[in-house]
T-cell receptor, first 115, second 112 residues
Framework: DAGVIQSPRHEVTEMGQEVTLRCKPI?????LFWYRQTMMRGLELLIY????????DSGMPEDRFSAKMPNASFSTLKIQPSEPRDSAVYFC?????????????FGDGTRLSIL | GQQVMQIPQYQHVQEGEDFTTYCNSS?????IQWYKQRPGGHPVFLIQ?????EVKKQKRLTFQFGEAKKNSSLHITATQTTDVGTYFC????????????FGTGTRLTIIP
C-alpha cells in the first residue's frame, strides 16, 4: 500500500518567492497533519485537518503560511513570500481519526531551502 | 501549548551498551506513542502505551508508562548500530481542548 506521498522532495528557491508543498495522505485516513522540523525547534505541529476541515492552526508561524485541504486525498502548504528562516524539513502525516489512540504515518518530507 | 519534555537531548553510547530515554509531561496523559527517526528519514511509529504502569517489549526495546501516566521511558538493551536515530515520544491529553504533540526527542549515536 502506498504511504503518505509528499512533493517535491527538495525545493531550493530565493527569498520572496512563493513555495507550495503538496501531500497525498494514505487512502482512508481522515486526519492530516503538517509539521516543520529544524535543529533549533525540533518537530513542530503547524496545522491539522479532520475530514478536510482545519481544526487547529495555532502552530502556523504567521500569515505568510497557509494550508488547504480541498478533498480527502490532497493537501497543500503554501508560503508566500518565503524567507530564509523558513528553511526546514516539512513533513505531512496522516492518521485515522485525529489523535486519539491512532499512530501517525509520515511522508518522506520536503527539504526546503530559502536562499 | 504544553509540551512533552524528553531527556537526555543527546546520548552517545558504545555499541553493546544500554540506552534509556525519558519522556515527562506536566499533565496526565491518555496515551503515549513512541517514534523513531533515522538520520535523513521520517518519524516511524514504534508502539503505543495506554494503561497506567504498562510495559511492552519489542525485541531489545522495552517501553514503560508511568503509574501516574505522566511519564514514560524507552530502554534499549545492548545497542546496535541500527539503533542510531532520534527517538520521540508523543503524548495526548483529554483535559480540555489542549492536545500535546511530539516531545523534544533524544538523538542516539552509537560508537562502534
Amino acid at each position: 500500500d502506498a504511504g503518505v506521498i509528499q512533493s517535491p522532495r527538495h525545493e531550493v528557491t530565493e527569498m520572496g518567492q512563493e513555495v507550495t508543498l503538496r501531500c497525498k495522505p494514505i487512502s482512508g485516513h481522515n486526519s492530516l497533519f503538517w509539521y516543520r522540523q529544524t535543529m533549533m525547534r525540533g518537530l513542530e505541529l503547524l496545522i491539522y485537518f479532520n475530514n478536510n476541515v482545519p481544526i487547529d492552526d495555532s502552530g502556523m508561524p504567521e500569515d505568510r503560511f497557509s494550508a488547504k485541504m480541498p478533498n480527502a486525498s490532497f493537501s497543500t502548504l503554501k508560503i508566500q513570500p518565503s524567507e530564509p528562516r523558513d528553511s526546514a524539513v516539512y513533513f505531512c502525516a496522516s492518521s485515522l481519526v485525529s489523535g486519539i489512540y491512532q499512530p501517525q504515518h509520515f511522508g518522506d518530507g520536503t527539504r526546503l531551502s530559502i536562499l | 501549548g504544553q509540551q512533552v519534555m524528553q531527556i537526555p537531548q543527546y546520548q552517545h553510547v558504545q555499541e553493546g551498551e544500554d540506552f534509556t530515554t525519558y519522556c515527562n509531561s506536566s499533565t496526565t496523559l491518555s496515551n503515549i506513542q513512541w517514534y523513531k527517526q533515522r538520520p535523513g528519514g521520517h518519524p516511524v511509529f514504534l508502539i503505543q502505551l495506554v494503561k497506567s504502569g504498562e510495559v511492552k517489549k519489542q525485541k531489545r526495546l522495552t517501553f514503560q508508562f508511568g503509574e501516574a501516566k505522566k511519564n514514560s521511558s524507552l530502554h534499549i538493551t545492548a545497542t546496535q548500530t541500527t539503533d542510531v536515530g532520534t527517538y520521540f515520544c508523543r503524548g495526548e491529553s483529554n483535559f480540555g481542548n489542549e492536545k500535546l504533540t511530539f516531545g523534544t526527542g533524544t538523538r542516539l549515536t552509537i560508537i562502534p
